[in-house]
């Protein structure tokens, strides 16, 4: 069974930093290519970074420069780093697997909410 849990969230003021992490299980995470997504207030999900099996990596515009994808195979997990936070990335941050048809799939695991206020 496939099993996401992201962690990493908190509360944190303009231009500040946090690292979040999503530890998998359950299948073959250094064959998989994974993602972030998140749901903003009153939005819906939406993609925000991928980064493949082989290392690859690619983000939507709004956080290029700010937020980094990774991974480490050897302990099956996930990354985000999150620089220079702006009060627009505020929201719920899900880990999941990149072939994953339907984004709304993210829901099904805890998330890690994330807050940028000063």
């Known amino acids: 069974e496939v099993q996401l849990v992201e962690s990493g969230g908190g509360l944190v003021q303009p231009g500040g930093s946090l690292r979040l992490s999503c530890a998998a299980s359950?299948?073959?995470?250094?064959?998989?290519?994974m993602r972030w997504v998140r749901q903003r207030p009153g939005q819906g999900l939406e993609w925000i970074s991928t980064?493949?099996?082989?290392?690859?990596?690619r983000s939507v515009t709004s956080v290029r420069g700010r937020f980094t994808i990774s991974r480490d195979n050897a302990r099956n997990e996930l990354y985000l780093q999150m620089n220079s936070l702006e009060p627009g990335d505020t929201g719920m941050y899900y880990c999941?697997?990149?072939?994953?048809?339907?984004?709304?799939?993210?829901?099904r695991s805890q998330g890690t909410q994330v807050t940028v206020s000063s």
């Open positions: 999941q697997l990149a072939e994953t048809p339907d984004i709304r799939a993210a829901l």
């Open positions: 359950g299948f073959a995470f250094s064959a998989t290519d």
């Open positions: 980064i493949d099996s082989d290392g690859s990596s």
